[in-house]
């Protein structure tokens, strides 16, 4: 039986981790959780596991949630770090949305877990960081991602010098037939529309500037070893082939199912069995048709600004997620427009000082000025009028 902490309880791979937890009693107990603000979907979860202790970000929340609850409750960025090592855990499912799953990575990790990964900013922003902290403790590290879970499979039982390149697929999101002026006019109903994938506001915004398949090409890199010329992305609007990796013999094999996170999550948490999802099993004839589309980085810059950032390394992937964060929050509540969104970063990228071997406290500090940096901007330069 494995025992798990799960950062991120709340949120939609939190909660999808939760029912996988619940099919499998005999397999799964929960020792920690942790939610940004939601303590009333918390305190449901709390009854329905046991956990031994809680963590809630919003320090009001916590304390309110501490008057009713029976287990122990945290509170803030501390109170999170501490469900990331509690003694009880061995696993540690990372779902936090953004670069706040820093550090609980970190402090899991310095404490011999193993980590299922949801958090894309962990690998974007301090994937030195972690990779070397992971070398030394020999851990177990699991992508949760359908792209990466697709390339852990495909190359399972295969010798990685072997590998030729990896192609990551992407829907294209909403917007991927409109030309540059349509996109002026987007708006944040308009970007939360993903044709293929039900997933937080947050994610839904970087899915549909393709920032989010920028950072799932800087995780890849980390987490296979491989570098980015030999990292490629292609459209793929009915999100059926999650991920293709080829051989030095020119073969390819891809792994395909519907979309549905419940498959990559479960398999991080049980590899290397496999068992039974209630994912609907994939008819290729349903299915009728797979198209793949060369990526157009000229309307969708946040992906060439995302390979350029993890090539120049150092500190510059942690500048463009933090710039991210604060650009994609503006537009969440209508501050800028939806073609800021790739300005603010692409100012920020080229603001970021050079630094070529990071510490975890110089990138979580580049994160902090970053963000600063980029709400000056937004407030002075790219704020909508009332």
């Not at 937890?21 to 449901?44: C, M, W």
């Not at 350029?308 to 650009?327: F, H, L, Q, T």
């Amino acid at each position: 039986m494995k025992t798990l902490s799960l950062l991120g309880s709340t949120g939609s791979i939190g909660t999808q981790t939760i029912e996988i937890v619940r099919r499998y009693p005999s397999e799964f107990r929960v020792a920690g959780l942790t939610t940004n603000a939601k303590i009333d979907v918390l305190q449901h979860q709390i009854g329905l596991l046991k956990p031994e202790a809680v963590a809630v970000m919003d320090e009001a929340k916590a304390e309110e949630l501490e008057r009713k609850a029976t287990v122990a409750v945290y509170k803030g960025m501390e109170g999170i770090r501490k469900i990331a090592r509690l003694e009880q855990a061995d696993t540690v499912v990372n779902a936090l949305v953004g670069s706040i799953g820093i550090e609980p990575t970190y402090d899991a990790v310095m404490h011999g877990k193993n980590i299922a990964l949801a958090n894309k900013e962990t690998l974007v922003a301090a994937g030195s960081v972690i990779v070397e902290a992971i070398g030394k403790k020999g851990i177990s590290f699991m992508p949760i991602d359908s792209e990466h879970s697709a390339i852990f499979q495909c190359l399972k039982g295969e010798r990685m010098k072997e590998l030729k390149s990896i192609t990551i697929t992407c829907s294209g999101g909403p917007f991927r037939d409109l030309s540059p002026r349509e996109m002026a006019g987007v708006t944040i109903t308009d970007a939360l529309k993903h044709p293929t994938w039900k997933m937080g506001a947050k994610i839904t915004v970087d899915s549909s500037t393709w920032m989010n398949k920028g950072f799932e090409v800087i995780e890849a890199h980390w987490l296979f070893g491989i570098p980015y010329e030999r990292i490629n992305v292609v459209v793929h609007p009915q999100s059926i082939v999650h991920s293709l990796v080829e051989f030095s013999d020119s073969s390819v094999i891809a792994q395909l199912g519907w979309p549905d996170m419940t498959i990559p999550i479960q398999y991080a948490l049980t590899h290397p069995q496999r068992l039974p999802t209630p994912a609907r099993p994939l008819d290729m004839a349903e299915a009728q048709k797979l198209e793949f589309l060369a990526p157009d980085t000229e309307r969708f810059p946040c992906l060439a600004y995302a390979y350029g950032a993890g090539k120049a390394g150092g500190i510059v992937p942690a500048a463009m997620n933090a710039a991210n964060e604060v650009a994609v929050q503006a537009f969440i509540k209508g501050e800028i427009g939806y073609l800021d969104i790739p300005e603010i970063i692409r100012r920020m990228m080229d603001a970021a000082p050079t630094h070529s071997h990071p510490s975890l406290q110089t990138i979580l500090d580049i994160d902090k000025g970053t963000k600063e940096k980029a709400q000056l901007l937004v407030e002075n330069d790219f704020r909508r009028q009332a």
